[in-house]
Nanobody
Framework: QVQLVESGGGLVQPGGSLRLSCAAS????????MGWYRQAPGKQRELVAD???????NYADSVKGRFTISRDNAKNTVYLQMNSLKPEDTAVYYC???????????????WGQGTLVTVSS
Protein backbone atom coordinates (compact mmCIF):
# COMPACT_ATOMS: atom_id res chain seq x y z
CA GLN A 1 0.00 0.00 0.00
CA VAL A 2 1.51 3.29 -1.12
CA GLN A 3 0.56 6.34 0.88
CA LEU A 4 1.50 9.95 1.60
CA VAL A 5 1.77 11.10 5.20
CA GLU A 6 1.88 14.80 5.98
CA SER A 7 3.03 16.64 9.05
CA GLY A 8 3.83 20.13 10.24
CA GLY A 9 0.59 22.06 10.20
CA GLY A 10 -0.67 24.16 13.08
CA LEU A 11 -1.50 27.62 14.35
CA VAL A 12 0.90 30.47 13.65
CA GLN A 13 0.70 34.24 13.96
CA PRO A 14 0.80 36.49 10.89
CA GLY A 15 4.39 36.93 9.75
CA GLY A 16 5.40 33.60 11.21
CA SER A 17 6.76 30.46 9.58
CA LEU A 18 5.83 26.80 9.30
CA ARG A 19 7.40 23.85 7.54
CA LEU A 20 5.26 21.09 6.08
CA SER A 21 6.60 17.64 5.29
CA CYS A 22 5.13 14.83 3.22
CA ALA A 23 6.67 11.37 3.03
CA ALA A 24 5.70 8.70 0.53
CA SER A 25 5.95 5.13 1.70
CA UNK A 26 5.26 1.67 0.32
CA UNK A 27 6.31 -0.19 -2.81
CA UNK A 28 7.50 2.72 -4.95
CA UNK A 29 9.50 2.45 -8.13
CA UNK A 30 9.85 6.16 -8.78
CA UNK A 31 8.18 9.46 -7.99
CA UNK A 32 7.78 12.09 -10.68
CA UNK A 33 6.22 15.39 -9.64
CA MET A 34 5.38 16.17 -6.02
CA GLY A 35 3.44 19.17 -4.88
CA TRP A 36 1.32 20.98 -2.35
CA TYR A 37 -2.24 22.14 -2.82
CA ARG A 38 -4.51 23.97 -0.41
CA GLN A 39 -8.21 24.42 0.12
CA ALA A 40 -9.65 27.24 2.18
CA PRO A 41 -13.22 27.11 3.51
CA GLY A 42 -15.71 27.73 0.73
CA LYS A 43 -13.02 27.74 -1.97
CA GLN A 44 -11.72 25.30 -4.53
CA ARG A 45 -8.50 23.40 -4.05
CA GLU A 46 -5.59 25.26 -5.64
CA LEU A 47 -1.99 24.53 -6.47
CA VAL A 48 0.50 26.11 -4.09
CA ALA A 49 3.74 24.73 -5.49
CA ASP A 50 5.16 21.69 -7.19
CA UNK A 51 8.57 20.26 -7.97
CA UNK A 52 9.76 17.75 -10.55
CA UNK A 53 12.11 14.91 -9.79
CA UNK A 54 14.88 16.99 -11.33
CA UNK A 55 14.15 19.93 -9.05
CA UNK A 56 12.25 22.29 -11.33
CA UNK A 57 9.74 24.27 -9.27
CA ASN A 58 6.49 26.08 -9.93
CA TYR A 59 4.65 28.43 -7.54
CA ALA A 60 1.30 30.11 -7.32
CA ASP A 61 1.68 33.87 -7.68
CA SER A 62 0.22 34.39 -4.23
CA VAL A 63 3.09 32.54 -2.52
CA LYS A 64 6.08 33.48 -4.68
CA GLY A 65 8.89 34.88 -2.59
CA ARG A 66 7.39 33.56 0.65
CA PHE A 67 7.13 29.77 0.20
CA THR A 68 9.84 27.36 -0.88
CA ILE A 69 9.22 23.81 -2.04
CA SER A 70 11.98 21.21 -1.95
CA ARG A 71 12.31 17.45 -2.03
CA ASP A 72 14.64 14.71 -0.90
CA ASN A 73 14.46 11.94 -3.49
CA ALA A 74 16.37 9.50 -1.28
CA LYS A 75 13.67 9.88 1.40
CA ASN A 76 10.71 10.18 -1.00
CA THR A 77 9.82 13.36 0.87
CA VAL A 78 8.68 16.81 -0.18
CA TYR A 79 8.79 19.91 2.02
CA LEU A 80 7.07 23.27 1.98
CA GLN A 81 8.78 26.06 3.90
CA MET A 82 6.26 28.82 4.48
CA ASN A 83 7.52 32.21 5.62
CA SER A 84 5.79 35.57 6.12
CA LEU A 85 2.49 33.80 6.55
CA LYS A 86 -0.72 35.77 6.09
CA PRO A 87 -4.25 35.09 7.32
CA GLU A 88 -5.26 34.34 3.73
CA ASP A 89 -2.85 31.39 3.77
CA THR A 90 -5.19 29.65 6.21
CA ALA A 91 -6.31 26.40 4.60
CA VAL A 92 -6.00 22.65 4.64
CA TYR A 93 -2.79 21.80 2.80
CA TYR A 94 -2.65 18.58 0.78
CA CYS A 95 0.39 16.77 -0.52
CA UNK A 96 0.20 15.29 -4.02
CA UNK A 97 2.49 12.89 -5.86
CA UNK A 98 2.63 11.27 -9.28
CA UNK A 99 4.44 7.98 -8.93
CA UNK A 100 4.97 4.50 -10.29
CA UNK A 101 4.18 1.67 -7.92
CA UNK A 102 6.08 -1.61 -7.84
CA UNK A 103 4.58 -5.08 -8.12
CA UNK A 104 3.01 -4.72 -10.64
CA UNK A 105 4.20 -1.46 -12.17
CA UNK A 106 1.39 1.02 -12.37
CA UNK A 107 0.95 4.78 -12.38
CA UNK A 108 -0.69 6.36 -9.35
CA UNK A 109 -1.68 9.88 -8.40
CA UNK A 110 -1.87 10.07 -4.62
CA TRP A 111 -3.14 12.64 -2.14
CA GLY A 112 -2.26 13.01 1.50
CA GLN A 113 -4.87 13.30 4.21
CA GLY A 114 -4.39 17.05 4.58
CA THR A 115 -2.93 19.18 7.35
CA LEU A 116 -4.53 22.35 8.68
CA VAL A 117 -2.59 25.60 8.67
CA THR A 118 -4.19 28.47 10.57
CA VAL A 119 -2.68 31.94 10.44
CA SER A 120 -4.23 34.12 13.11
CA SER A 121 -3.31 36.47 15.91
Amino acid sequence: QVQLVESGGGLVQPGGSLRLSCAASGSIFSINAMGWYRQAPGKQRELVADVTRGGNTNYADSVKGRFTISRDNAKNTVYLQMNSLKPEDTAVYYCNADLIQLGPYRYLELWGQGTLVTVSS
